[in-house]
């Protein structure tokens, strides 16, 4: 009677792990086409468009509750002959792990996405407050250094620079790239923990096969250190860039410093002309009748106040250059609201082509590039 032969089963390398989620990615992604197509058949395309995050994080807790969440592999697994261990005990994951991995994996980024903007409005308000409270200290410190009552100060608080270099980085501050970037270059190097959420909770791969000591079993090492210069290099430029600017003066972070400008009642416009987006925020909060209430951007920029909008979208004069039935949006099928011009020259609903840009940035009838920052939107 011959003994079978054990051996240790090796840890998968990153080369199959990598293919292993990219098989995963396609089938998410073949899975995500068949849910919004019976979501636009059922609802309209409006909604499909609306609810795309939605039905993306939808189709990826199907896939994975399918396959990982019942203790199944992934088609990707299989293809690669890998499966998941704890890295511990070497042992299948048991239940509350994988569960612990699905929700850190798939809402995890979602619900980020959904509350990093609501605060970082919150903090930017909060600061914008405090620089321009230091703004109106150091004018009246200077009125007072002018009427010789006090000697003149000539340093910025630490407080104001500290506060104007959080809002001018706020977006940078507050984002989870930099911890992605440095998990991943840390799996270029140790082959190991592809995904955050996978380091986590302590999830690797190993082989369901033998392999031989003559297999070839690389790794991206190269890519690590490439993905290290980057960080590094983006690190010295933000360095480069920041310092400099920690010594302007207090009335000059009162005014916004950097690329933004603080007007009025403290609305940020962007002064890089590149940045359109930002600024046509501010145009969808003027009232609907400006005649009868200016708004504050009215007052901030000096603009006059016409008595009756120059431009009327809704009449035959105005909008008879878009002829036919197509004053209707082709992505929600629907009167235009706000209408928005593309770079190409193409009209959309404002909500609908920034939606889209967002997740796309391409036009949706002739496909060229279509950034947010350049959808101008159409008003009177």
Known sequence: MTTPTSYAYP??????????HQKDAYFSGVLLEQLSSLLRKGYGARTAHTYTSETRVLGELLYLGLTTLVGNRTLGEEYCDVVQVEDESGQLPALGRRAGYIVSCILGPYLLGRLLPAF????????????????????RSEHQSKAGERPKSASTPLGARVQSYVLRNLDTLTSPSPVYALSLATFYFSGSYYHLSKRLWGLRYIFTRQVADSDQRGGYEVLGV????????????????????DTVSTAALGA???TTVIVGGGAEVSLDP???SANNALLFDTPANPSSSPSDLQKWTHTPVLEQARYELSHESTMGWISGGNRKCTLCLEEMKDPSVTTCGHVFCWGCISDWAREKPECPLCRQSCLVQHVLPLRG
Not at 11 to 20: E, G, K, L, N, Q
Not at 120 to 139: G, Q, S, V
């Open 256 to 258: 916004g410093a950097g």
């Open 11 to 20: 840890f998968a390398a990153s080369p199959d792990v990598i293919r292993s």
């Open 274 to 276: 590149n940045a359109y």
């Open 120 to 139: 970082r409005k919150r903090i930017r308000a909060k600061l914008e407050a405090n620089l321009r409270r230091y703004a109106r200290i150091h004018a």
């Open 226 to 245: 490439l993905l290290a210069l980057q960080m590094a290099v983006q690190a010295y430029l933000h360095l480069q860039n920041t310092v400099p600017r």
